[in-house]
């Protein structure tokens, strides 16, 4: 079992930054790929962005290409998403999934994400 905890959410204005953590539980976190994905009033919950298991692979929506950058910290059992130039279309409800497969590969579908944490809200206000 794994247990996701986010935070790190708030209100910020366009163009600000800000960083998100999603706290793990569960000694096999570090065999794990890790996804962000967020979900806007009204939208389905879409992809944000991937790390692998070992932190040496990247995958991102084009949508925050070069604004995002999401990492990991295998002794912390935390992983990140650093937003930057955020845009008022980035609010969301932001969440840390994993499909939970060891040594697995990098899953983009939320229908594969086997454990979701509650979400941390992102505000961006014009």
């Known amino acids: 079992q794994v247990q996701l905890v986010e935070s790190g959410g708030g209100l910020v204005q366009a163009g600000g930054s800000l960083r998100l953590a999603c706290a793990a539980s569960?000694?096999?976190?570090?065999?794990?790929?890790m996804d962000w994905f967020r979900q806007a009033p009204g939208k389905e919950r879409e992809f944000v962005a991937a790390?692998?298991?070992?932190?040496?692979?990247?995958i991102y929506a084009d949508s925050v290409k070069g604004r995002f950058t999401i990492s990991r910290d295998n002794v912390k059992m935390t992983v990140y998403l650093q937003m930057t130039r955020l845009k008022p279309e980035d609010t969301a409800v932001y969440y840390c999934?994993?499909?939970?497969?060891?040594?697995?590969?990098?899953?983009?579908?939320?229908?594969?994400?086997?454990?979701w944490g509650k979400g941390t809200l992102v505000t961006v206000s014009s």
């Open positions: 790390i692998t298991w070992g932190g040496g692979g990247t």
């Open positions: 569960g000694r096999t976190f570090s065999t794990y790929t």
């Open positions: 999934a994993t499909a939970g497969r060891q040594y697995g590969g990098v899953e983009l579908d939320a229908e594969r994400m086997d454990y």
